[in-house]
Nanobody, 120 residues
Framework: VQLQASGGGLVQAGGSLRLSCAAS????????MGWFRQAPRPDGEFVAAITWTGAVTYYGDSVKGRFTISRDNARNTVYLQMNSLKPEDTAVYYCAAGTPGPEYIAPHSWGQGTLVTVSS
């Protein structure tokens, strides 16, 4: 599965952005999808994950209540709605596709990353 992330950019603190991650070259309707930031695991910070049905979501402590992950399996796309952004959210965001794991997702595919910069 190839993943293409988009939607990053520059935003002021308190603003919002929505990231998208489209899967191609194979469907990912049964994959757990997720987002990490800074760098791919094991060095990156887990942000959010969503099961293949979309029924269950997981969030890192630093983004709970501000970020929302969702997916559209018909479009093979996962989204990350980011609200109330803070300067400390500044990072390169990577989407990932994988299987369920002990830490919510065990990635097997990574997108190229999209930069989010939050100015104070």
């Amino acid at each position: 599965v190839q993943l293409q992330a988009s939607g990053g950019g520059l935003v002021q603190a308190g603003g919002s952005l929505r990231l998208s991650c489209a899967a191609s070259e194979g469907t990912c309707s049964r994959c757990v999808m997720g987002w990490f930031r800074q760098a791919p695991r094991p060095d990156g910070e887990f942000v959010a994950a969503i099961t293949w049905t979309g029924a269950v979501t997981y969030y890192g402590d630093s983004v709970k209540g501000r970020f929302t992950i969702s997916r559209d399996n018909a479009r093979n796309t996962v989204y990350l709605q980011m609200n109330s952004l803070k300067p400390e959210d500044t990072a390169v965001y990577y989407c990932a596709a994988g299987t369920p794991g002990p830490e919510y997702i065990a990635p097997h595919s990574w997108g190229q990353g999209t930069l989010v910069t939050v100015s104070s």
